[in-house]
């Protein structure tokens, strides 16, 4: 089981971009998954999460310019991040709960990260 994340890359300030992020491999469930972020020297920082039933979390920074959502049945959580800003710059990390297994166990996973660049 992997979390596939793509969608970084370069950008000017004020353009939009949208992460996605797809469970790969064999899961019962998908619980909570999240976007967290990362600039260098520092420990990952919740950027934005959302409960299976969509119950959606955001971060200080990140509420008013980012949507969080998820497709249950594809397995798959995007964040469309808007008004993007130099200090948003950061590496970005999928995250999810999941169920693997029918014992109910929920393990915790994370994506391999992707880079977004804000840059004029």
């Known amino acids: 089981v992997q979390l596939q994340a793509s969608g970084g890359g370069s950008v000017q300030p004020g353009e939009s971009l949208t992460l996605s992020c797809v469970v790969s491999?064999?899961?019962?469930?998908?619980?909570?998954m999240g976007w967290y972020r990362r600039f260098p020297g520092k420990v990952r920082e919740l950027v934005a999460s959302?409960?299976?039933?969509?119950?959606?979390n955001y971060s200080s920074s990140a509420k008013g310019r980012a949507t969080i959502s998820r497709n249950n049945d594809l397995n798959t959580v995007h964040l469309q991040m808007n008004s993007l800003k130099p200090e948003d710059t950061a590496v970005y990390y999928c995250?999810?709960?999941?169920?693997?297994?029918?014992?109910?166990?929920?393990?915790?996973?994370w994506g391999q990260g992707t880079l977004v660049t804000v840059s004029s």
């Open positions: 995250n999810g709960n999941l169920v693997t297994d029918y014992s109910g166990r929920q393990i915790i996973y």
């Open positions: 959302i409960t299976r039933d969509g119950t959606t």
């Open positions: 491999g064999s899961i019962v469930r998908a619980n909570d």
